[in-house]
């Protein structure tokens, strides 16, 4: 590991940031479109062109107000929840493989991911539960009720989806026999995918992405009409903004990693009998993982604007009496199947 | 017709699973989201009120260039929100009164119609101007330079008015 080594690194992490950034952007951009569409308005088309520039108005707009922290609130960990969300939000896609050619380049050989940690689903897990400090940490340190409401909710329902995530996942690492991410993606070529082979943990996978990354219908934790809100109630200006940018980015995490897990991430079947160029395969495979995100980001809003929210007993009842046992049955019938074959 | 009071519904198996229902509805946002869009761009696309429409009072001015106007004060006299403030004097023409001043404040004008309905001459209608936003307090209140307007532009209130009286 010498400079330059560090120096790829860096300029793999600040681009990454960089897309992450515009991509969450244009997804607040895109969230009020399909909005506006499903309600059949035409929705943001003001600022720039067809409206594009929609949400740089709006993050000007809350750079520009008033940061307010409540005098009654515990200042040091109101700041500090906002911080924690996004970190965890952003560092997740570190380990995420944009693309399996590698290439060279001033004599190295560059991979397309930051990191190529061999326990990648380890590491996705843990960071994404680490979000949930977030929430409830900025629900009690607000000292209001619906703020600490909110966190509480998503501290259960946090807990409640990840042992399902996690059991799901578990089918995956069984067919794959690696917790490396790069090798769970290379081993989904043609059309391997895992969604094929593990339909149900797919299911239980996706659904608990929604109740991680705090989406409707498993939007508890902010619940508006309820909650006022829910655990950003008391956070304005650049706060709010970081709560806002990493709800975001916690969604693209989350389609990266199910893109990543179940569709074959960067791959695109048979793609290696065409024998391209080094150059127009890593392309190809970065476009291939970008559609593929971008399509789950689309299910993500979609889904949005279709489905109520659950209410609070319902979502409990759906995490432990169906998600989990449908999990654990997944486990028990790859380990079978498994183990015939 | 039977009066149902019993409303909870027993949900089959393909319901209770929540997945063919979601995409079901999936479905339907889908198809609403490929539909025609409702939104009217409102500064670029201007609604043309209807006849009925009750827009800002006017005075109606003759093709001759005359107003109508005899400043009888009934419309003062009737307004609810008493925004208008008729000041009458004489000339040399035909009628012999005519309003020296004519203020209408629109800030305290309800749109009721009062006036319209109340006028012997058919000489304040209500016109189908609806955009009235105003910087300064002075601005809301119309004096007759304001008011009058040819009554050309104003035939399809009046032909309403006479219609539907």
Known sequence: MDMIDILITMTKIVLLFGVVLITVAELVYTERKISAWVQNRIGPNRVGWRGLLQPYADVIKLLVKEDIVPAAAHRFIHTLAPIISITVAMSTLAVVPLAGQTFTLFGREISLLVADVNVGILYVLALTSMGVYGLTLSGWSSNNKYSLLGGLRSAAQMISYELSMGLSVIGVIMIAGSLRLTDIVALQSGWQWNIVLQPVGFIVFLVAAFAETNRTPFDLPEAEPELVGGYHTEYSSFKFALFFLAEYANMITASAVVVTLYLGGWQIPYLELLELPVYANVLLQILAFAVKVAFLLFVFQWVRWTVPRFRYDQLMNLGWKVMLPIALANVVVTGIVLLLL | ?165
């Open chain 2, 1 to 165: 017709m039977s009066t149902q009071t019993d409303t909870k519904y027993e949900l089959n198996f393909w319901e209770k699973i929540y997945i063919p229902e979601i995409l079901k509805g999936m479905k339907l946002t889908l198809e609403q989201m490929l539909k025609k869009k409702e939104t009217r761009e409102y500064p670029e696309e201007k609604w043309v009120p209807p006849p009925s429409y009750r827009g800002a009072p006017v005075l109606v001015l003759e093709e001759n260039g005359v107003e109508r106007c005899v400043a009888c004060g009934l419309c003062s006299r009737v307004c609810p929100a008493l925004a208008i403030e008729v000041h009458a004097s004489e000339t040399e023409h035909e009628k012999e009164r005519y309003p020296e001043l004519f203020e209408i404040n629109m800030l305290r004008c309800i749109f009721c119609g009062f006036c319209e309905e109340v006028c012997p001459e058919e000489a304040i209608v209500m016109s189908p101007v609806y955009e009235m936003a105003f910087t300064k307090y002075e601005d809301a209140i119309f004096g007759k330079e304001k008011l009058l307007t040819p009554v050309n532009e104003l035939r399809p209130r009046l032909e309403y008015l006479r219609a539907h009286r």
